[in-house]
């Protein structure tokens, strides 16, 4: 299941203080100390196995953050519990990306060259058979933006490594489940819409997802 950071988390408040509040103006002061604040360019690495509690706390916070604006209560606690986890056989296979600013993991996500399109569903559990890159896509993974760092291109960048290294791989097309959170990133990013359709988590609940797809760039 992917979640990308297009359309995720809410939209900033025209004179919104700096702790989120309406209306407040913010003075010069505190803008002359923003600008003082030196961004730090996430860098871009394959995911380790040490890697996975982080990711893990990650996609529980994003999903707990960015959730509530498409699904209700139930369906967001039962995504956290049911997608927002680790698949190992990404980070085995080498196919999974974080992001990592100042020492913290802050995106995370990434491509799979195995018939598992996404997590969450027992239908999907199990499934490892290798695509055949000349006939079948590369599946699109786990994406997931911490919530106080969507809105920087950071998805962009996760899809533009797997795009790449699928492309070596020798996929010629990309697939992925998209939750609506991530639906307007993927749009963005040139996936092309299939079919809208609902997933059963194990527990019964049901959670509406959009299987798009994408020819990768040669």
Same mark, same amino acid.
């Given at each position: 299941?992917?979640?990308?950071?297009?359309?995720?988390?809410?939209?900033? =408040?025209?004179?919104?203080?700096?702790?989120?509040?309406?209306?407040?103006?913010?003075?010069?002061?505190?803008?002359?100390?923003?600008?003082?604040?030196?961004? =730090?360019?996430?860098?871009?690495?394959?995911?380790?196995?040490?890697?996975?509690?982080?990711?893990?706390?990650?996609?529980?916070?994003?999903?707990?953050?960015?959730?509530?604006?498409?699904?209700?209560?139930?369906?967001?606690?039962?995504?956290?519990?049911?997608?927002?986890?680790?698949?190992?056989?990404?980070?085995?296979? @080498?196919?999974?990306?974080?992001?990592?600013?100042?020492?913290?993991?802050?995106?995370?996500?990434?491509?799979?060259?195995?018939?598992?399109?996404?997590?969450?569903?027992?239908?999907?559990?199990?499934?490892?058979?290798?695509?055949?890159?000349?006939?079948?896509?590369?599946?699109?993974?786990?994406?997931?933006?911490?919530?106080?760092?969507?809105?920087?291109?950071?998805?962009?960048?996760?899809?533009?490594?797997?795009?790449?290294?699928?492309?070596?791989?020798?996929?010629?097309?990309?697939?992925?489940?998209?939750?609506?959170?991530?639906?307007?990133?993927?749009?963005?990013?040139?996936?092309?819409?299939?079919?809208?359709?609902?997933?059963?988590?194990?527990?019964?609940?049901?959670?509406?997802?959009? @299987?798009?797809?994408?020819?990768?760039?040669?």
């Amino acid at each position: 299941m992917t979640l990308g950071e297009a359309g995720n988390g809410p939209e900033a =408040v025209d004179g919104a203080s700096p702790d989120g509040r309406p209306g407040q103006r913010v003075g010069k002061h505190d803008a002359e100390m923003a600008d003082r604040v030196e961004y =730090v360019e996430p860098r871009l690495r394959l995911a380790t196995h040490e890697d996975r509690d982080e990711i893990d706390a990650l996609m529980k916070a994003s999903t707990a953050a960015l959730f509530p604006a498409f699904y209700d209560e139930s369906q967001t606690a039962s995504s956290i519990v049911h997608i927002a986890h680790v698949d190992p056989m990404l980070i085995d296979d @080498a196919t999974y990306f974080v992001l990592e600013a100042g020492g913290d993991i802050v995106a995370c996500g990434g491509w799979s060259r195995r018939d598992k399109l996404f997590s969450g569903s027992a239908e999907q559990e199990g499934r490892a058979r290798l695509l055949d890159p000349a006939t079948e896509p590369a599946r699109v993974r786990a994406m997931f933006v911490r919530g106080d760092w969507t809105r920087r291109g950071l998805g962009t960048r996760i899809l533009a490594a797997c795009e790449s290294a699928a492309r070596e791989a020798g996929f010629t097309e990309l697939a992925l489940m998209a939750t609506l959170p991530g639906f307007r990133l993927y749009v963005r990013y040139g996936f092309l819409e299939v079919e809208r359709t609902s997933i059963t988590l194990p527990d019964g609940v049901e959670l509406g997802g959009v @299987a798009m797809q994408k020819v990768i760039d040669r």
